[in-house]
């Protein structure tokens, strides 16, 4: 895979397996991409498909059980080989994740000054106090909250301003990839759709790239330029966003798009998948999709689809390649 000049994440087989006691979890297994700057894709698929996973393994904040194996290269640097006191100076500054809960992310009795200044001196130890709070006052008026709420407690905002506060967190060093976990899912309607805009804006502002993890396709639609879909620790189909929405090609993204309400898609049927994904400590040997599949053949439980070129999208099923 060559890597161009603004190609910021290399992925190559990447595998990320969980060791526990009773097996090994393939919870990534085998998937390659590339994102370019200043390029948002939207990662989605069922929970449990590894995208959350992936999301971590980008920031190595795995546990100590997880293995790792193939490329996983950002901005030219290989992040596997990398020790956790290396990764302490990327992580923050260079990538930063956005978290779905922001509760669970803020620490209650810290007020939210003092989790600027603690983020900005990991990275900037000898940075004064005043710069660090301009710098503070700076990340947080671009989200929309006035700085005098630096002085307040997490419990003072309410739970799409938090979420607003992390996003500031997460933008104060200016980094140069943001993986955005869910960001919307725990919020309401009208908040998400706030959060949405303000991500538009930032992205816009910030020229920065983003991952964005999701179940929600509705939330992709509006900020991806391309969409991967993740099953059972497989990419299935790799394309651009529009052309997702309008001509799915895998059985898996077209059975996903119609099974959550969503305004995209005109006149929808809303229906389920049937079954529910395999295990990942012993997945099917062929399509890990097959059993739930009404288009399966005998190929498909026998072989394992490589992802075929299909009219600029890349789509891991043998409707779309020879199957000699
Ligand atoms: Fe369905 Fe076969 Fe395609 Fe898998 S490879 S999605 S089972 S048609």
Redesign the pocket.
Known sequence: MGRDANTLLELEQLRVYYNLRHGIVKAVDGISFTMKEKETIGLVGESGCGKSTLGLALMKILPSTVTMMGRLHFDGEDIISKSEKEMQSIRGSKITMIFQDPMTSLNPVMKVKDHFIEMIRTHIPKISEEEAMSMAAKALTAVGISESRLNEYPFEFSGGMRQRVMIALGLVLNPKLVIADEPTTSLDVNVQAQIIELIKELKRKFNMSMLLITHDLGVVAELADRIIVMYAGHI?EISDAIELYESPK???TKALLHSIPNTIIEDMDLSYIPGSPPNLISPPK?????PR?????K???EKE?PLFDVNGAKV?????GDKE
């Open positions: 299935m895998h059985p898996y062929g399509c890990r999709f097959a599949c009404d288009k399966a053949m190929i498909c439980r689809p891991k099923c043998w409707l779309y």
